[in-house]
């Protein structure tokens, strides 16, 4: 199934491209892992029959890949943080909550959020660390930078997207994933027999995601699944019916279908009008962060050292 990164969705659901990866606690995380104190970098880390790999090499490899990009993110997180100390912009809980609230309608539930989380080596708090350092960068940029969006530009972006933004016939399906077609055609024998499909995918299913949901992954709509999945999903006629065997990339799928909503087109409410203004506003940051955040860095006193 197509899903986009925790660290894409970030930058899409604030507006501000992501500046601050977790790349930037990779040393600590090693250093955790191998007990490795800083009276020791330089030492050995490994032995590989009669060679020796030193702390040192380790982190030098490390910093050569990218040790400069995360640099200067650590020192725009620092200089974010203190400008909006200055100005007393602060985040609430309340607001990451939402966003966080955002990333789980997102991928479900909690426990998939997490388990996404864990796949990009982040956690949880580390997804609240980023939002709020978002947060703080979007609310010091419209202050800066007077960013506004006004009603003519809601009303023209409208005029012209309408046909975009209707909304698509979606529907919401359960599946089945297993690694070969005998153990589908299993799968198949016992459906017929009015084996129950969310106990048969919380039993048998591959999809980890979404296999204790009894295999439901929810509403979309066409363009967002694998083509192979999605053309036999959308081709189920009533709630209730299952497909034949699918293959795909990720194994073999039984499918079921649960609902489907028609398409809608767009009206111009008050949710739409939000919704725009959002969007519209993400554009205008987007646009000035780069040369903001070069602002900040060329106003601050920072000396750096040569540490390869």
């Known amino acids: 199934m197509r899903r986009m990164s925790i660290i894409i969705l970030l930058s899409l659901s604030i507006g501000i491209p992501v500046v ?65 100390a200055k100005q007393q912009i602060e985040v609430s809980l309340d607001e990451i909550t939402i966003e966080i609230d955002k990333f789980k309608k997102q991928f479900g539930d909690e426990k998939s959020l997490s388990n996404q989380l864990s796949v990009q080596g982040m956690t949880v708090e580390d997804l609240k660390s980023q939002i709020e350092l978002q947060l703080l960068t979007k609310k010091l940029l419209v202050k800066d930078k007077n960013l506004q969006v006004t009603e003519l530009e809601i009303k023209e972006y409208f005029d012209k997207n309408k046909d975009k933004m209707a909304t698509p016939e979606q529907i919401r399906v359960s599946h089945i994933l297993v690694g070969t077609e005998q153990e589908a055609k299993d799968l198949l024998i016992a459906l017929q027999a009015r084996a129950d499909f969310k106990l048969l995918a919380k039993a048998k299913s591959m999809d980890n995601l979404n296999k204790e949901k009894g295999g439901e992954i929810g509403f979309f709509s066409k363009g967002n699944l694998v083509p192979e999945f999605e053309q036999v999903a959308f081709g189920l006629k ?17 499918i079921r279908l649960e609902e489907r909503k028609p398409s809608q087109s767009a009206e111009f409410t008050q949710q739409i009008q939000d919704k725009i203004e959002e969007l519209l506003l993400q554009q205008k940051l987007s646009q000035e962060i780069p040369n903001w955040l070069q602002e900040l860095h060329s106003k601050a006193e920072i000396k750096l050292w040569d540490l390869r």
Do not use: C, P, W
Not at 41 to 56: F, L, M, P, S
Not at 238 to 254: L, P
């Open 20 to 84: 601050y990866g977790q790349e930037e606690s990779t040393t600590d995380r090693i250093k955790e892992k191998y007990e490795i104190g800083t009276e020791t970098i330089g030492g050995i880390i490994a032995t590989v029959n009669d060679k020796q790999i030193t702390t040192k090499e380790l982190f030098e490899r490390l910093y050569n890949l990218n040790g400069q990009q995360v640099l200067n993110q650590m020192i725009s997180e620092l200089l974010v943080q203190e400008k909006a």
């Open 238 to 254: 009533k709630a209730g019916d299952i497909s034949d065997i699918v293959k795909t990339q990720f194994g073999y799928h039984v």
